[in-house]
């Protein structure tokens, strides 16, 4: 029996950190890291919710990992934002972000207004956005130090050309025109929120989910 601290040939070989390109589309996981604030008043509960020292705005703290293709197991890391004292845009765009996801996880296109759609789009608790899996369309800026770094601001919904490929396995796609995507169209059926991919169980353990078939989709 080899020792892990003396023989390591099987350690696993250095992956490349080069930034994935502006605009690439992957599937992704995301898992919300806890910050301990809760606020029942605006139903922020379970500890999910973290508060900047700085500056007192309160987001959600996310890590997204790629599932599938040349990038899998790529982490990346964003916020969501909550609450800013500069006023109620941050906490907009973190909502309509979270929209976008819920709409691209559960196969729901942005203009249905059908009472199933609404439902697809409510939680109960941002535990059900922990291990989320949807379609990212992946950025590029600047972090503190003014140095790049990957984000993900935007996720792929239902009706846009790169969304049924990508959710239905092709991994990912660099940034093409939708005519090239249009000319092999894929059908793809609706995902569950929690679901975990195969490919991707080996990159980290995802909380238990809640028992129970999601309201959503009763």
């Given at each position: 029996?080899?020792?892990n601290?003396?023989?390591?040939?099987?350690?696993?070989q250095?992956?490349?950190?080069d930034?994935?390109?502006?605009?690439?589309?992957?599937?992704?996981r995301m898992t919300?890291?806890?910050?301990?604030?809760?606020?029942p008043?605006?139903?922020?509960?379970g500890g999910?919710?973290?508060q900047s020292?700085?500056t007192?705005?309160i987001f959600?703290a996310?890590?997204?990992?790629?599932l599938e293709?040349?990038?899998?197991?790529?982490?990346?890391w964003?916020?969501?934002?909550?609450?800013?004292?500069?006023?109620p845009?941050?906490?907009n765009?973190g909502r309509t972000?979270?929209r976008?996801?819920l709409?691209?996880?559960?196969?729901v296109?942005?203009?249905?207004?059908?009472?199933?759609?609404?439902a697809a789009?409510?939680?109960?608790?941002?535990?059900?956005l922990?291990?989320?899996?949807?379609?990212?369309?992946i950025d590029?800026?600047k972090?503190?130090?003014?140095?790049?770094?990957?984000v993900?601001?935007?996720?792929v919904?239902?009706?846009?050309?790169e969304?049924?490929?990508?959710?239905?396995?092709?991994?990912?796609?660099?940034?093409?025109?939708?005519a090239?995507?249009v000319?092999s169209?894929?059908?793809v059926?609706?995902?569950?929120p929690?679901?975990?991919s195969?490919?991707?169980?080996?990159?980290?353990?995802q909380?238990p989910?809640v028992?129970?078939?999601?309201?959503w989709?009763?």
């Amino acid at each position: 029996m080899s020792n892990n601290w003396s023989d390591f040939n099987d350690a696993e070989q250095q992956q490349s950190f080069d930034l994935i390109p502006k605009g690439t589309v992957a599937k992704v996981r995301m898992t919300v890291k806890p910050g301990g604030y809760d606020d029942p008043s605006q139903g922020w509960l379970g500890g999910y919710a973290t508060q900047s020292f700085e500056t007192g705005s309160i987001f959600l703290a996310c890590e997204f990992v790629v599932l599938e293709g040349e990038y899998a197991r790529r982490k990346l890391w964003s916020n969501i934002g909550l609450y800013s004292s500069k006023g109620p845009t941050w906490g907009n765009m973190g909502r309509t972000f979270v929209r976008a996801a819920l709409n691209s996880a559960r196969n729901v296109r942005p203009d249905d207004n059908t009472p199933q759609a609404a439902a697809a789009r409510r939680i109960q608790g941002f535990h059900e956005l922990d291990g989320l899996e949807f379609v990212a369309r992946i950025d590029i800026e600047k972090d503190g130090r003014g140095e790049a770094k990957n984000v993900v601001k935007m996720a792929v919904e239902p009706g846009e050309p790169e969304y049924a490929p990508t959710m239905a396995g092709a991994g990912f796609i660099p940034n093409r025109t939708a005519a090239a995507l249009v000319a092999s169209p894929t059908s793809v059926p609706p995902v569950s929120p929690t679901a975990v991919s195969s490919a991707a169980a080996p990159v980290s353990a995802q909380r238990p989910a809640v028992s129970g078939k999601p309201v959503w989709a009763q």
